[in-house]
Structure formats: structure tokens, C-alpha cells
């Protein structure tokens, strides 16, 4: 167990609806990461939030988007969903270790199906 | 931007030693990163390397050459869990930590 949650596990839509999918980092860390994972484009990097403010932007759509709250946790937005917006969706966090790596913790993901 | 290979599969035996590859092109390099993922779960952090050399972690072991941009992980005394596929992803230098993740190596352990 990473310390990272996000909800829901599955999410099952048709297209043109909105999603949002729910990200809590563990506990102290300020940066939370979202992924996209399909499996014909590996893991793709689409946005960073570090304590509130968006930091980088990736590969994310303009039909995509996110916020962090004050209390850390974040949201991912999808609008407007097509069928290749089907993939897994992964939430990551890192903080600052002594050594500098934050290696980034990953959450179980959010496995969207757009039908 | 940043560019990373890797195999995209190998195939190994049950207590033996492999190795995965992975050779990257990027601008202002700040770390090199190796998680396993088994299908349908979450990456897990395997190592880090930011300076050229080996760190190694029991049966994992990982090695940078900047130079070349280049690194590996090797896997010692494989065993069946050891089945999953291997992200090699970089870090490039800057305020933000993002990483660009290869396309994952899937690695089968056979009995």
C-alpha cells in the first residue's frame, strides 16, 4: 500500500458525459502527479500540482482538467469523453526524502471505460 | 524533449540473472528512475540513480552512465512475481519533478 488512494476503481460512462476522478496524496506530501495509461501509449504524464498550484503540464487534453484543494487532495476532470479516453488513470505523490529523489507513489488508479 | 528505449519484452528462467536496458536522449537530466508494475496494478518505486554508478537493493540492482545515457536494472535469483514490466523513466532539470516514463519492459519468468 502506497499511502496514495483514489476513487473510484472503476468508472464505466458513455460518451459526451463528464467524469471526475478523486486523488488523496499520502500523508505530507504536496505534489500530486496524474497519469494516463492506455495500452497503446504506455504511461503518459498529463499534469502536476504541487501545494495548490499547477506546476506542469504534460500531454493533457484541453477537454481535461485538474485542481488540488487546500487540504491536498485532487481532482482530474474529464469532459466531453470519447471513446479513447478509456485507459487507466493513475494518481501519483511525492514529497522531498533526504536524499532529494522523491521517488513519486502511485495510487491503485481509476480504470475509466467510456462506451 | 525527452526520448526513451527500452525492449519492449524479454524472457527469462526462474533463478537466473537478467538484465533490461535503457538508453535515453533528454535536455538537463536530473535522475533516472525504475519502477516494476504487474498488469493491472500500480507502478512501484524499484531504484534511483542520479550519479553515474551501481546502487544496488537485494535482488535488484540499478547503473547510469550519463555519458552515454544509458542505464540498467539487473535482476538476480529471478522468481515468478519477478514477471511484470519494468518503466524506465527520466527526470529532467527544473522547479517541476515530473518524470517521462519509457514504454515499460515485460518481462515473463518461466519455470
Known amino acids: 500500500d502506497s499511502g496514495v488512494t483514489q476513487t473510484p476503481k472503476h468508472l464505466i460512462t458513455a460518451t459526451g458525459q463528464r467524469v471526475t476522478l478523486r486523488c488523496s496524496p499520502r500523508s505530507g506530501d504536496l505534489s500530486v502527479y496524474w497519469y494516463q495509461q492506455s495500452l497503446d501509449q504506455g504511461l503518459q504524464f498529463l499534469i502536476q500540482y504541487y501545494n495548490g498550484e499547477e506546476r506542469a503540464k504534460g500531454n493533457i487534453l484541453e477537454r481535461f482538467s485538474a485542481q488540488q484543494f487546500p487540504d491536498l487532495h485532487s481532482e482530474l476532470n474529464l469532459s466531453s469523453l470519447e471513446l479513447g479516453d478509456s485507459a487507466l488513470y493513475f494518481c501519483?505523490?511525492?514529497?522531498?526524502?533526504?536524499?532529494?529523489?522523491?521517488?513519486?507513489?502511485f495510487g491503485p488508479g481509476t480504470r475509466l471505460t467510456v462506451t | 524533449g525527452q526520448n526513451i528505449d527500452q525492449p519492449t519484452e524479454m524472457t527469462a528462467t526462474e533463478g537466473a540473472i537478467v538484465q533490461i536496458n535503457c538508453t535515453y536522449q533528454?535536455?538537463?537530466?536530473?535522475?533516472l528512475f525504475w519502477y516494476q508494475q504487474h498488469a493491472g496494478e500500480a507502478p512501484t518505486f524499484l531504484s534511483y540513480?542520479?550519479?553515474?554508478g551501481l546502487e544496488e537493493k537485494g535482488r535488484f540492482s540499478s547503473f547510469l552512465s550519463r555519458s552515454k545515457g544509458y542505464s540498467y536494472l539487473l535482476l538476480k535469483e529471478l522468481q515468478m512475481k519477478d514477471s511484470a514490466s519494468y518503466l524506465c523513466?527520466?527526470?529532467?532539470?527544473?522547479?517541476?519533478?515530473?518524470?517521462?516514463f519509457g514504454s515499460g519492459t515485460q518481462l515473463t519468468v518461466l519455470p
Open positions: 533528454t535536455s538537463g537530466f536530473n535522475g
Open positions: 540513480n542520479v550519479l553515474d
Open positions: 523513466a527520466v527526470r529532467v532539470a527544473g522547479s517541476a519533478r515530473q518524470l517521462t
Open positions: 501519483a505523490s511525492s514529497g522531498t526524502s533526504e536524499r532529494g529523489n522523491d521517488e513519486q507513489y
